[in-house]
Each structure stands twice: as C-alpha cells, then as structure tokens.
C-alpha cells in the first residue's frame, strides 16, 4: 500500500510539473476573413515564443477556429471555456464574432482580449471584455477629419456592410462627423459575399462623389474598387482598418493603387524598443514586414500577460480588473492604455496602398478629431 502511494504521490507530481496554464485564441482561420485571423496568430506566436510563461507558468496556446462564422464564434467559445478550461481569451478578430462569444465568456466570469474588434458595443456594459485597439467613433471621425481636411473632400458615397456591425457603425460615425464638418453623404448598402455592386454604384456615382468610403472588410472593399475604376470613377477610394490585409491588392489589383485607410499601426509610425524588436523578430521568421494585424495580435498577449503578472493570480474576475488598469503599456502598435470601459486609447495611422505594398500616409492624434 505504501508503495502505491508513493506511486500516487509521484504521478501526480509529475503531473503537475507539466501542466500548463491554458490561454483560447478564437480567430477566424479559415472562411471569408481568414487572412485576418492567420496575420493575428502570427503575432500571438511572437509574443508565447518571447514569453512563454507566467506566474512561473508554462503557457499553452489554444487555438480555436470561428471559420469567420458568428455561430462559430460562440461554439469555441463554449469549448474553451467548458472543455478547455481556459482562463483568458485572445480574439475575435471582427466586431460581430466578438459579440457573438462576449456573454458566453461574461456569464463564466473569463476575461477577454480582442486584438481588432472596433465597434463600441463589443465592450458596453461588460466587465470581462476589453481590446488593444481603438473604437470606431474614433476611427470613423479620424477620416471623416482627414479626407475633409487633407483631401479637400466635399461630397464622399459610403458603402455600408449591412451584415457587419462594424460597417454600420463606422459608417455612422463617418457620417455624422462628416456632415457636422460641412460635407455632403450619400449611403449605399450591400452584404457580405456580394460579387456584383453595379447597382450601388450607379446609384453612388451619379452625385458625382469626390470620394467613396467603403467600411466593410477587404474581399469586398477590393471587388467595389475594381468595378468603380471600371465605371470610370477618378477620385479617392477610403476604407476602415478592414481594409488591412495583402489579399485586399491580390484582388483589387491596380484599382486599389492610392486607397486609403484607418489602421492601427505601420512600423514607419511606431518607435520604441518593443516595437523595434517585434518588427526585427517578425521579418526574420516570416521574411515580410508585418501588418497591423499582427502587431496588435502580438500587443493583445502581452498585454494580457502583463495583467496576470499584477493581479498575481490566474482568478478571471482579478485578470479582467487589472487589463482596465492597464497604463501606457509600451507594444509594437505604441503606447497602450485602456480606460475603464475596456476600451484603448491610441492614435489613428492612415496607410496608402502603393503598388503591392501598404506605405505610411499620416498619423491622427485623438484632440485632432475633436
């Protein structure tokens, strides 16, 4: 019996030597917005390689795929959290999924990190949800502000996702700063999956726009763009950080060459020693610089590690209150706070497709769109 015990005891040490603390990554791997999720797992991977313990913990990646479904979404949220045992969650990447698994991870009391996930609602009375990017209302004013402003913009056709929450809401923000700027809106709407916007852009043509601001995500921000240069349209094409992907000039081809976007990081924008290494680090082990994608889902691991380290526990709820105390944090996307709605204050970076690559157009301060 004694020797059993001692058995027992040494399996079970054993066993705890090599557990692991779980951390989810609910990203869209594969569907629709997969480059999205793949550009944000890059960036986790840094991170776990540059700090892979905490609290003296070796930590254990679990990467669940939303297969860029909303229902998806939920169910890995469900499975990590039931299954999984995880105590934070890394993603989604868009605001929709993000709101798809936020009450399954709030009802269990497990924080969670969205790296990109911009529309308001993703933290609205929530306790246990907060991001390392900036909010919609900003982004959508920073360029309604720079395209009236920068780009001497006066009568600007927006396409509205009807299927994203974050199109709708960045087009409203848009708007509205837009118009109290003095300018002049014409809405246009299609859905996820579209192939064919003739009919929209009939319609948004025929005010004779200086500008088209496309709000949803990059296949079809690509696919309006071609078929506006094909109809002739000569003025600017803008777009929100869904637009932050190279498959948006694998599929825009030449007809994305100038357009403009809102995002939340270029490495000539960024700074600092961390952001220095993690693009040293990223170009050697991908052979390309990274995207905004990446340096936030990168920020989105340290930034959460950081927060189990000060609240010196792997308890949610402790987790959850000290990501919100969180204060300039120095990331590879810059300097990082997050208020106490769960919410990060940062500045806009405006980027410029040329050719195949992504350059630096401009920074946006946040007393800049006031």
């Known amino acids: 019996m ?29 569907g629709g917005i997969s480059a999205f999720g793949r550009m944000v797992w890059e960036g986790i991977q840094i991170a776990h390689e540059e700090r892979p ?24 949220a469900t499975r990590a959290v039931t299954k999984e045992k ?19 991870a709030e009802s269990n009391k497990v924080p969670v990190i969205t790296p990109a996930s911009t529309n308001p609602l993703v933290t609205q009375g929530r306790k246990y949800v907060s991001r390392v990017c900036f909010i919609d209302p900003f982004q959508g004013s920073a360029m309604a502000v720079y395209a009236f402003k920068k780009l001497n913009a006066r009568k600007v056709a927006v396409f509205t996702d009807l299927e994203q929450d974050y199109s709708v809401g960045l ?23 579209d192939q064919d916007f003739s009919a929209q852009l009939s319609v948004a ?16 921000i690509a696919l309006i763009s071609r078929q506006a240069r094909q109809l ?17 000039i694998e599929i825009g081809g030449t007809a ?33 610089e990274p995207a ?32 919100r105390k969180t204060k300039n944090f120095m990331g590879a996307t810059g300097t990082i706070t997050i208020n106490e709605l769960g919410d990060a204050v940062k500045t806009v970076t405006v980027n410029v497709v040329k050719g195949t690559t992504f350059d630096f157009a401009a920074t946006i301060e946040p007393h800049e769109v006031e």
């Open 2 to 30: 004694k020797k059993f015990l001692v058995i027992v005891f040494t399996v079970l040490a054993l066993v705890n030597l090599f557990a692991a603390v779980k951390i989810g990554v609910i990203l869209p791997m594969t």
């Open 53 to 76: 313990k905490v609290l003296g913990e070796e930590v254990e990646l679990i990467l669940l795929d939303t297969r860029s479904e909303k229902t998806e979404a939920a169910n890995a």
């Open 86 to 104: 995880v105590i934070a969650i890394i993603g989604e990447v868009a605001s929709s999924h993000t709101l798809a698994l936020a009450p399954i």
């Open 171 to 193: 087009s409203k923000f848009f708007s509205d700063k837009f118009k109290a700027l003095g300018g002049q809106v014409k809405q246009v709407f299609y859905k996820s999956g």
């Open 205 to 220: 043509l025929a005010d004779k726009p200086d500008a088209i601001y496309i709000t949803g995500y990059y296949p079809e």
């Open 232 to 248: 002739g349209f000569k003025g600017y094409i803008l777009a929100g950080d869904g637009a932050d992907a190279p498959e948006l």
């Open 256 to 288: 994305v060459d100038g357009l403009l976007f809102t995002t939340h990081y270029h490495p000539k924008a960024v700074d600092n020693p961390v952001a220095r290494k993690f693009l040293d680090t990223y170009k050697k082990k991908y052979g390309k």
């Open 292 to 323: 905004a994608l990446s340096a936030l889902g990168y920020d989105a691991y340290m930034v959460l590690l950081d927060a189990i380290e000060r609240a010196k526990s792997f308890d949610g709820t402790k987790i959850a209150e000290e990501i």
